[in-house]
């Protein structure tokens, strides 16, 4: 395949050929350059890596039903019990939810995906075999890992650990933990199953910490011990922990380089809390793998996101305070090929907040073709005309779904 005309990371026009669903060669543009295969037309359109999204929750998703108004009360647990009241009230099934909203993923630029798969005394397995039954259905334009996810604890209701054992048995790749100290004020019982479980199944862990200043810095330093101590170095996300830069300096940089010691990875979510967060630029300076993800998206958590990756790169920038084009074209690779490091550990991370990489001969043809007059300007602007490759072809073309 040929893909003509494209600038690569806002570069000069290029004619990218594609071979066994990798790049083969980029020569400078020329028109009517011959092909013996199919071609696409770039039009002068950017192109970038993919994006992954490290953090989603298809599971909970109503993008594309009618919009309710929010009705939850504060807090982790009240959040979660409206979903819990009305999460079977939905039109459609989970499967049929979270097959439509991955596909509206896909369709605007995202081709990996880590999802969350509730698991809970309430919902059993059912929003897990939901999840599953999107990433079957879209196995072929999108690679997607499940995380059993004890949402509402693993310690307050009976029979969850024995649920998580089942779904990471069945499918889900992830070990999901949650707030150790606030939601099931037993952090060594919390982290112990996790990690436990995390052994047993040979599997990744990756636990959503909302937990403030000093305490959520407490959760984490009982997780790097239990890192250290089991070998499982490069094997642990943390989410949000958006207060952990909160505390004092001293911290925020003993944080960092423990994180980039024991290869900690960090998904966030852009959130409206990102100046308590550890700094995202001095994270990528010393190594640490960060990714981006679009959490819960108009749900019963909340009326926010809309499947657009290129959307949440923009709010990274924002909630960062970015303007400098080379900061928000950070965001960017972090949005793709900072979050694919996460879910594939053999992929190479960024190297520097000036790294622009996965368009060389060689890398796979994961790639997302926008229009846009820089990397900068197509962030603002977050135009309609896109392409969305995965392993070398055409998944969607003016997000709408091909094939
Ligand atoms: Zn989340």
Known sequence: MLITNVRPWGGPSQDIEIRDGAIAALHPHEPGRATAGASVDGRGRLALPSFSDV????????????????????????????????WREDEWSVAERATYTLGRMIERGTTRVRSYAQIDADCGLERFEGVLAAKEAHADRCEVEIMAFPQAGLLREKGVPELMDEALSSGAAVVGGIDPCTLDRDPVRHLDILFGLAEKHQAPIDVHLHEPGHLGVFSVDLILERVRALGMAGKVTLSHAYELGAVDEATTRRLIEEFAELDISM?????????????????????????????????????????????????????????????????????????????????????????????????????????????????????????????????????????
């Not at 599971?59 to 819990?84: C, E, K, Q, Y």
């Not at 990102?274 to 010393?286: F, G, N, S, W």
């Not at 108009?298 to 084009?325: H, I, V």
């Open 55 to 86: 953090h989603c929750h298809l599971d909970s998703t109503r993008i594309g039903l009618p919009f309710r108004p929010h009705t939850g009360a504060p807090g982790v647990w009240g959040l979660t019990m409206n979903d819990r009241a009305h």
């Open 267 to 403: 998904a966030t979510i852009a959130p409206a809390q990102q100046l308590h967060a550890l700094p995202l630029a001095e994270l990528t300076r010393a190594g640490v793998r960060v990714g981006l993800g679009e959490d819960g998206q108009r749900d019963f958590w909340s009326p926010y996101g809309n499947a657009d990756m290129l959307d949440r790169t923009w709010q990274l920038a924002f909630t960062n305070r970015y303007r400098k084009d080379e900061l928000i074209e950070h965001c960017v690779a972090v949005a793709s090929r900072g979050g694919a490091s996460i879910l594939d550990p053999g992929l190479p991370r960024l190297s520097s907040v000036a790294d622009r990489p996965a368009l060389a001969v060689g890398d796979r043809a994961d790639l997302l073709l926008v229009e846009g007059e820089t990397v900068a300007s197509a962030v603002m602007d977050r135009g309609e005309d896109r392409t969305v490759l995965h392993a070398g072809r055409v998944v969607a073309d003016g997000l709408r779904l091909v094939g």
